[in-house]
């Protein structure tokens, strides 16, 4: 990979356990909706994810529960999002505000897996950018490398992408990204757990590696990894 210049990471079952996200900060955002919303529902922000969910439940086909302009409803949708896993941007953002409440709080802490802090240093070291691109929002991302089981992650990561771009299996999301960090698509690697994620990326023109880790759905790709120490190794 000598024309390498930049790595681009997915968060859950890539450097973070799938059990973590659905088990730990599902779990916190679904507990704590309802009282995030007592407390800052006027707020200029959370009224524009409300915004924003309100114009997704009118396009929704699957019959969700009514959403009227009161905290109960609201955190029953959200509610129901979560429990579909559904790649919502209101939801997302949403969920980025109720856990910041927790990691400052100290309630939360981040989990990573033990080769990421080790394989962070080492990049940047060999004069990689790294990149995040989740579902989750921003501010999501950059709370979770900030609080993790491994210190303060952050310092390594100079960019971070959500669905803002557009959606993790469209080709056009990566060509946005390689085009946001001023690089060509061939010299960023990409690393996910989803097949479908990597041939949006691979579409664009990106270099692309499954991530196999505990946890993770079994899936085939052409370049697999076990472990970052594979990705670069000193």
Known sequence: MSELRAILLD??????????????????????????????????????????????????????????????????????????????????????????????????????????????????????????FSSGSVLAQQLLFAHTDAGDLTKFIDSYFDTNVGKKGEPESYRKIAAALKLQPGEILFISDVVAELEGAREAGLKTLLSIRPGNSPQEWSNTIHSFDEVISS
Do not use: C
């Open 11 to 132: 968060i859950e079952g890539t450097t973070t356990p799938i059990s973590f996200v659905h088990e730990v900060l599902f779990s916190y955002a679904r507990l704590h909706a309802r009282d995030f919303l007592k407390n800052n529902l006027e707020s200029p922000e959370v009224r524009a994810d409300v915004a924003l969910l309100r114009a997704e439940h009118a396009l929704e086909d699957e019959n969700p529960p009514a959403l009227i302009d009161d905290v109960d409803s609201i955190a029953t949708y959200i509610d129901w999002l979560i429990a579909r896993d559904r790649k919502s941007t209101g939801l997302k953002s949403l969920q980025g505000k109720i856990w910041r409440e927790g990691y400052l709080n100290g309630t939360l802490k981040s989990q990573v897996f033990p080769d990421v802090a080790p394989a962070f240093e080492r990049w940047k070291a060999a004069g990689l950018s790294i990149s995040i």
